[in-house]
């Protein structure tokens, strides 16, 4: 081979490598699109034609509106009853646009012509897809913002909407929460039978923008007051910057719930989404207008975007800011009148997001009860959290991001106890001597709470037989959490030792249940007899059980029969009134 053949040869493998290259993009950005397109086409909600799916196409007014009526489940209904309109231009739509104009759902573009085959704009098709979640008084100019942040959708970059787009954004709303609250799009027309949830499922799931990593940590963080007083949300995050992250995982935060940042980054008062890259932090969506992080509705659809955007084979959630156990559940929004989400609304935010999560961690005070890990037990493999008040610097993050993107297949209670060593030495460091951090095999939980009702009902049997001050004297005398602020959890272990020392033959077996769901427990010299998993008892807050925690209770997964001796023991308390707590415990 001569010179001049040689140079050749090398323009033309460089050329191949620049045309495969330049394909291998476009491929797996349409990818998607075909993937959601088959997806929906799976589930009878997208079709095409002898040509097709014809991504590339402007879809027309009348295929949009089509889909509006699959997407509402009266497709059928159109067809069946054949409504007049005053349109000229109905053609092959004529029965969807005439059933559409009877019931209100779209008008023409003057009074004689519809625009069957005039091209679709993304924001005419985001005010279809808000129509169908339910939602109906909105200012059609926002109606691309107001999709974004009501569903967990991928915005087209595009100037020209495309039927690609179409099908995107018609999969992404299918898991979006309805306008009522009562679930998602999808188990909406799931429970109409027009499919069912298994094969909505794994339509969904086969359907992903990019090509999946080991893992992704998402993490949910209301700033609260912890970010304008010590500047503590944007301290871990510069801890996740200074994390060494490799091709294994992806972090996903969504921020808010706060009026001042401490940093550059964030806008003060807003809600937005971020991804970390090369030590950096990098915005991934816009400022979310109109939504709160203490609704289930918003942490919902950031988790269903955050798992479509960023797929992976595994994925661990990290809830960071307050946390006040049973009684009040996670949050302490800032920008929404301090609320809380309850866990009962925790766990509808999950079952909506629908996302196995390996583990669920609570960068937070007092959320490692046998509550929160029941509720969870339907939604992850593990939980890590504290049975007492957090200090205010909680986790450290560097050192476990850095082990987890080095080590993505690294087993969760290793990288708990990773977790856990950093945090119980930052404790100390802050002087805080009251810590502890205990990992739950949510496994086990059914097996917990089997027990649990076993003693909820020997327990009540005691009240009626006038043993009260008994097991008044019982949860006194065990561990108890909150600093003396009263939070009515103590640790289960402990308080069911001493209940069998006043003779509540089944507490030893939920001792031991509980004991066995424990995988890693953690903690300073001073808490001895904390066991890993907390139980909540209405005592000094008794006045707050019958409310919103027991309808919270309800949401988590208890059945009325679990909740026997917690109903019992709080009109036992109303009728004889808490004692006044001696701390320390």
Request: proline fraction near 4%; aromatic fraction near 10%; charge should be negative.
């Amino acid at each position: 081979m001569n010179w001049k053949q040689y140079i050749s040869m090398i323009i033309s493998i460089m050329l191949s490598l620049v045309i495969f290259i330049s394909l291998s993009g476009n491929t797996c950005f349409a990818s998607y699109e075909e993937e959601a397109a088959d997806a929906l086409n799976s589930l009878g909600l997208f079709s095409g034609s002898e040509a097709g799916y014809e991504l590339e196409r402007t879809p027309t007014r009348a295929e949009a509106l089509v889909m509006l009526l699959r997407l509402t489940g009266q497709a059928d209904a159109a067809l069946a009853e054949r409504c007049a309109h005053p349109f000229q231009d109905g053609g092959w739509a004529d029965a969807y646009i005439g059933y559409a104009y009877q019931k209100g759902l779209t008008t023409g573009v003057s009074p004689n012509v519809f625009g069957t085959n005039t091209d679709t704009t993304a924001r005419q098709y985001a005010a279809f897809l808000l129509r169908a979640l339910g939602y109906q008084d909105f200012d059609y100019e926002k109606a691309l913002r107001l999709l974004q942040v009501n569903a967990p959708v991928i915005l087209p970059e595009g100037a020209r909407f495309t039927r690609g787009d179409m099908a995107s954004l018609s999969l992404a709303a299918l898991a979006a929460p309805m306008a009522d609250g009562s679930g998602t799009l999808a188990a909406h027309l799931a429970g109409e039978g027009l499919f069912t949830w298994t094969g909505y499922q794994a339509a969904r799931d086969g359907a992903s923008a990019a090509s999946p990593v080991q893992t992704t940590v998402l993490l949910y963080m209301i700033g609260g007051d912890l970010e304008p007083e010590w500047g503590e949300a944007t301290s871990d995050i510069q801890e996740i910057m200074q994390a060494d992250l490799t091709e294994n995982i992806h972090v996903v935060l969504q921020a808010g719930g706060t009026k001042k940042w401490e940093n550059d980054w964030m806008t003060d008062g807003g809600i937005q989404r971020f991804t970390f890259e090369d030590g950096t932090i990098v915005p991934a969506s816009p400022v979310l207008e109109g939504v709160q992080m203490s609704e289930p509705e918003t942490l919902a659809n950031f988790l269903r975007w955050g798992v479509t955007q960023y797929p992976a084979q595994q994925y661990i959630l990290i809830f960071w800011n307050h946390g006040g156990g049973t009684l009040y559940g996670y949050g302490c929004d800032d920008l929404n009148g301090k609320k809380w989400l309850m866990l009962g609304e925790l766990n509808q935010a999950l079952s909506w997001a629908d996302v196995p999560f390996k583990m669920v961690g609570f960068d937070t005070c007092l959320m490692a009860t046998m509550s929160t890990a029941y509720m969870l037990s339907d939604h992850a493999d593990y939980l890590l959290a504290s049975e007492e008040l957090e200090p205010a610097k909680g986790w450290r993050y560097t050192k476990w991001v850095s082990q987890l993107s080095r080590e993505p297949d690294i087993e969760m209670r290793q990288l708990s106890e990773l977790i856990a060593r950093d945090y119980l030495d930052g404790a100390l460091e802050e002087d805080w001597p009251c810590a502890t951090i205990s990992l739950i095999d949510l496994r086990q939980m059914e097996a917990v709470v089997d027990a649990w009702r076993e003693v909820s009902a020997e327990l009540t049997q005691r009240l009626q037989e006038g043993r009260y001050a008994d097991i008044e004297q019982a949860l006194l005398d065990s561990k108890m959490y909150g600093l003396g602020t009263a939070y009515d959890q103590v640790d289960l272990v402990d308080f069911m030792t001493r209940l069998e020392r006043v003779g509540i033959g089944s507490a030893k077996a939920l001792g031991q249940a509980a004991a066995n769901a424990v995988a890693y427990c953690g903690s300073t010299p001073e808490m001895d007899r904390s066991n890993g998993l907390a139980i909540y008892v209405p005592y000094t807050k008794y006045a707050q059980y019958p409310g919103k925690v027991r309808k919270s209770l309800l949401g988590s997964g208890y059945g009325e029969e679990d909740l026997l001796f917690w109903d019992a023991f709080y009109e036992a308390v109303k009728e004889n009134r808490p004692k006044k707590l001696v701390w320390p415990k």
